[in-house]
């Protein structure tokens, strides 16, 4: 089958697409038939940055997926074969301390596709049958690929946030996730929406997905200097705009840090968060839960993403669809890989 493998240390990564073995599912597992497979700024971080590393090289890289169930292995029969589902992208071990308390997507063993095992860039791809969450029929395959990340990772962070009607929201980085997150916490029914980033063109798909307020980091610096959020997500990922987003919090507010970097927090003085008892806290991924509940809404029309899609490609251009995401070029959402486009 076809693969996009991530190979080589440092400067010398590639990522390039070669033939592999089609997997074979163990225990439990399922192969999946790819259709569709999103480009993820995590997968920019594998490929350009060394602090963000893959368990292992060679690897397939690819964590926001759609297929078709191809067949089980021993052990495991459902979703039946045939059926289009979107893939959770964490593999969790289901007894440590957080799989206990439902917090999979923290399992302490967990591994997640393309980064700790093979991923989706490919014509298949074996997942525990238990991460297939089944596709309601009147969504688009390229929105069932996004949603298990640039969508599923967006609402969860809005439930860590508390968002809901009442709240004043501010979301920090409009970009593949941070966009996505505008809708999501518009259809959670928040009173009010600030979106935040400095490229104009950013803001405007924001606006149009569902933000009330568009504007720079600096005017959003002084419009919550005057009223704090009660919610703040920050998807940038930078230490600047992670402290801005925790300064421009209201009395008891709450900042959900989504975005990841090599950055460190500086979010002010500590008697802000005494006083003020203010709350930071981070978020990573989603549960299988809520990726089905995102799948529902997107399906019924209660959650909408206009600039969800920027484009969809062939699988033989990744490696080119990973440097657009890099350099910002992104139409305004996801890049999105149609593993059999162009196929032969
Ligand atoms: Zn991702
Ligand atoms: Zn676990």
């Not at 169930?69 to 979703?79: I, L, Q």
């Not at 238990?130 to 596709?135: D, R």
């Not at 809901?164 to 916490?185: F, H, I, N, S, Y």
């Amino acid at each position: 089958m076809r693969a996009a493998l991530l190979s080589g240390e440092g400067d010398s990564r590639t990522l390039v697409v070669g033939e592999i073995d089609v997997p074979e599912p163990g225990p439990g597992e399922a192969l999946v038939r790819v259709l569709m497979s999103g480009i993820c700024g995590s997968d920019v971080h594998f490929v350009h940055h060394d602090w963000a590393r893959t368990a292992f090289r060679p690897i397939v890289l690819g964590h926001e997926a759609v297929g078709l169930v191809e067949r089980h292995g021993p052990g495991a029969s459902d979703p039946a074969p045939g059926t289009r589902v979107s893939i959770h992208p964490v593999v969790a071990c289901g007894s440590c301390a957080c799989c206990n308390a439902a917090r999979t997507q923290i399992c302490a063993h967990r591994q997640v596709l393309g980064m700790d095992r093979h991923g989706a860039f490919a014509d298949f791809i074996v997942v525990p049958a238990a991460n297939l969450v089944p596709v309601p029929d009147s969504l688009d395959s390229t929105l069932a690929a996004i949603a298990t990340d640039a969508v599923a990772t967006a609402f969860h962070a809005a439930r860590r946030g508390g968002v809901g009607p009442g709240r004043r929201v501010a979301v920090w980085g409009c970009g593949g996730l941070g966009l996505q997150a505008v809708g999501v916490v518009r259809a959670l029914g928040a009173s009010e929406i600030i979106a935040v980033d400095p490229r104009p063109d950013a803001r405007s798909r924001a606006q149009e997905t569902g933000a009330d307020v568009a504007c720079s980091p600096e005017d959003a610096a002084e419009l919550l200097r005057l009223e704090g959020a009660d919610v703040a997500l920050e998807f940038a990922g930078t230490a600047e705009a992670a402290a801005a987003a925790v300064r421009g919090l209201t009395d008891g507010g709450r900042a959900v840090l989504v975005g990841a970097g090599p950055g460190a927090l500086d979010g002010g003085s500590l008697t802000a968060f005494v006083m003020r008892e203010r709350e930071v806290v981070g978020s990573y991924g989603s549960s299988i839960d809520e990726l089905a509940e995102v799948l529902a809404m997107l399906a019924d029309g209660r959650l909408r993403l206009p600039h969800a899609i920027g484009d969809v490609l062939a699988l033989e251009d990744v490696a080119l669809g990973v440097d657009r995401v890099r350099d910002g070029a992104l139409d305004g959402g996801r890049i999105v890989v149609d593993i059999e486009k162009g196929s032969p």
